[in-house]
């Protein structure tokens, strides 16, 4: 199976840190219209030919797209396949499974991952990570350590900020010889988003610029958390959406449906060049 321009992960596995960002609910047009335009300076200087890749998501909630990450199926291209995948469980038959995978044994990356040496840590964001019952447990479940609190989730205007702050303490406390998997679900542009766009209020709720709104707020500081997540060492990083939102496009409102709005994501993946 040809493999251009693809790392090898056998390599970047042991070697680097990694990061895995979940933009919770950003849409692929969004997210493309307000990098051609230049108002995610600090995403587009690290996005590959400062665009944003154009996928198909896993799934389309978080629940559901989020188990299918952490198994290995990020994000698919949007192009016809097969598409070598850069993690997979080992099982016979695999079409995406090539030279350039990393193979794990255990049921999920994150496992494989802390059975390589990684430290592997979840910052939550969305209810389906908030460990207040059974069912946002079992996300969170599969890392080493997990936080939550309720500053990281969609109903706090600066969710981002304390996220990044505890992803610092994280960082920091964890020894420099070991390897780190740093996971963070971004809560901020899921609804309700309206408070990030001055001027709009409760009342006139959630839209499809409100949710730009909540991108640009993200991107303002997501280069503290790009500095933390490569302070120790190179860090390959993924940022991706777990699946889109509709804002009554064809009359649907949410996800957890099937229209272009919600299946269509962003993704870009680029190493963070150790800042030490």
């Not at 303490?169 to 996971?183: G, H, I, K, Y």
């Amino acid at each position: 199976m040809p493999e251009p321009d693809r790392p090898d992960m056998n390599e970047i596995v042991g070697r680097d840190d990694l990061l895995l960002i979940t933009l919770d609910t950003l849409r692929y047009d969004v997210a493309a219209e307000l990098a051609a335009a230049g108002r995610l300076p600090n995403l587009v200087r690290h996005l590959p030919g400062g665009r944003w890749e154009k996928r198909h998501a896993p799934g389309s909630f978080t629940y559901a797209s989020h188990h299918a990450i952490f198994a290995g199926f990020l994000p698919t291209p949007a192009t016809p396949g097969p598409h070598p995948r850069l993690f997979a469980a080992r099982f016979d038959g695999s079409e995406t499974t090539a030279s350039r995978t990393f193979v794990y044994d255990s049921p999920d990356l994150v496992t494989g991952l802390a059975e390589r040496g990684y430290r592997t840590v979840c910052i939550g964001g969305v209810g389906f990570f908030d460990k207040r019952g059974p069912m946002g447990s079992v996300l969170p479940g599969l890392f080493q350590d997990s936080h939550w609190e309720p500053e990281f989730s969609v109903t706090a205007p600066a969710s981002f900020e304390a996220q990044i702050d505890r992803a610092e303490q994280v960082v920091a406390e964890t020894p420099s010889e070991q390897r780190l998997l740093l996971f963070v679900n971004v809560s901020a542009l899921h609804q309700p988003n309206w408070f990030h766009l001055p001027g709009a209020t409760r009342e006139s709720g959630d839209t499809r610029e409100t949710h730009a709104a909540a991108l640009e707020y993200i991107d303002r500081h997501i280069g503290r958390l790009f500095a933390a997540a490569s302070s120790r060492r190179r860090c390959f990083a993924i940022v991706c959406s777990d699946h889109g939102t509709a804002y009554g496009d064809d009359g649907f409102t949410g996800h957890r449906l099937g229209h272009e709005s919600v299946w269509t994501v962003p993704y870009a993946q680029f190493f963070l060049e150790a800042s030490r």
